[in-house]
Nanobody
């Protein structure tokens, strides 16, 4: 599946951003869609994902980030609220036939990444 991420930018701490990831090339409604991020000098890490009605997330974004999908538009969204400087990273969307854990190596299909910068 082909993925196109967008929506990154510069925001002040405490602000919000919404990222979008448009998918094509495969039936969208029943696949895993997720968001990962990679901060400078760090490994890529799992942020949020959803599959088969279940949402998976990492604790650091609980109650601040939400994921949603519009199957009619083949698009998944990452709504980020109460952003912190430590959320600064390149955010990637990923897809898979199902959720297989939080390791980025488990997923084959990736978007190109969109940079989110949170200033203090």
């Amino acid at each position: 599946v082909q993925l196109q991420a967008s929506g990154g930018g510069l925001v002040q701490a405490g602000g919000s951003l919404r990222l979008s990831c448009a998918a094509s090339g495969r039936t969208f409604s029943n696949i895993f869609m997720g968001w990962f991020r990679q901060a400078p000098g760090k490994e890529r890490e799992f942020v949020l994902g959803m599959w088969s009605g279940t949402i998976y997330y990492t604790d650091s974004v609980k109650d601040r980030f939400t994921i949603s999908r519009d199957n009619a538009k083949n698009t998944v969204y990452l709504q980020m609220n109460s952003l912190k400087p430590e959320d600064t990273a390149v955010y990637y969307c990923a897809a898979g036939s199902r959720y297989v854990g939080s390791s980025p190596t488990a997923y084959r299909d990736w978007g190109q990444g969109t940079l989110v910068t949170v200033s203090s």
